[in-house]
């Protein structure tokens, strides 16, 4: 298993836990976080974290993704845009506690929870262009309006990889904790939460994200086509094969 949940009263902590490959989402991941998710009964806070010491999650699965067939990159985005936006629109609140790197698919995971917390030594990031891809998982959408149209202009554009202290400035990060403190407090602030009326959480959290993202359908479908039609120019192929070989991509 890479997801381990551990439910405590009202709230349950969801630990995607491949630290080997530093907690990157493929398709067995995307799938059994599903399933977990689905699971949940009578939950009103959800904490998302990362296993091991040093991610979050460092994105999609680079090495699964560079092997697709087209058939496949299109199941793996379709489902993996249906887990992120089941978190986005699921019947409780959810929180990302990001204990080390958040990058790619990790940064998009976090951005699609309702509050982001972090440990001072996390790392974030949109590395994507350094792989010739573009985000995939909502990352051109959520960004914009918790770190603003420039910043998040600058991080997609150059995949550049910010410090907790740059993401807390940036408004990405909500708080800052030591990191043997990041779940012990993300623990408190769920507490409180569930403590309240879970109707009125959900309500609160719906009108706020409406108001947030009026064209939301058709600027997921967009980042969508651009990410495939990306797929003829040759640029992901190099990208990530170079990753993979541990050099620098040659982009014509
Ligand atoms: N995928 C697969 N393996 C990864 C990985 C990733 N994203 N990140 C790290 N790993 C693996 C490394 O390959 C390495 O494996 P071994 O060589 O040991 O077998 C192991 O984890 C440890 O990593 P490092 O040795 O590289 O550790 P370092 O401390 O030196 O560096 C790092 C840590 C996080 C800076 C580095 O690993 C790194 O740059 N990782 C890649 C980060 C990245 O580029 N993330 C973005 C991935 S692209 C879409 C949906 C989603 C997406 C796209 C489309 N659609 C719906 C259309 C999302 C795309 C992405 O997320």
Request: some cysteine.
């Amino acid at each position: 298993m890479n997801i381990q949940t551990e439910v405590k009263n009202k709230i349950a902590t969801i630990t995607i836990d491949r630290p080997k490959a530093l907690n990157a989402l493929n398709l067995e991941v995307l799938t059994e976080l599903k399933s977990e998710l689905s699971k949940l009964k009578n939950i009103s806070v959800v904490i998302f974290t990362g296993g091991g010491e040093k991610a979050f999650v460092a994105g999609a699965d680079i090495a699964a993704m560079s092997a697709m067939k087209p058939e496949e990159a299109k199941k793996f985005s379709e489902f993996g845009q249906s887990v992120i936006q089941f978190i986005e629109e699921a019947p409780f609140i959810s929180i990302a506690a990001v204990n080390g790197f958040a990058l790619g698919g990790g940064l998009e995971l976090a951005l699609a929870c309702d509050l982001i917390y972090a440990s001072t030594s996390a790392k974030f990031g949109l590395p994507e262009t350094n792989l010739g891809i573009i985000p995939g998982f909502g990352g051109t959408v959520n960004l914009i309006p918790r770190a603003g149209y420039a910043r998040a202009m600058e991080m997609i554009l150059t995949g550049r990889m910010i410090s907790a202290e740059e993401a807390k400035t940036f408004g990405i990060a909500l708080e800052l904790f030591q990191p043997a403190d990041l779940i012990p407090k993300v623990n408190e602030i769920a507490e409180k939460l569930s403590k309240k009326g879970k109707q009125s959480l959900l309500c609160a959290k719906y009108l706020v994200k409406a108001n947030a993202f009026s064209e939301k359908e058709a600027a997921i479908k967009a980042e969508r086509d651009g990410f495939a039609r990306l797929f003829d120019s040759g640029e992901p192929k190099e990208g990530m094969t170079a990753f993979l070989e541990k050099r620098e991509p040659q982009f014509k």
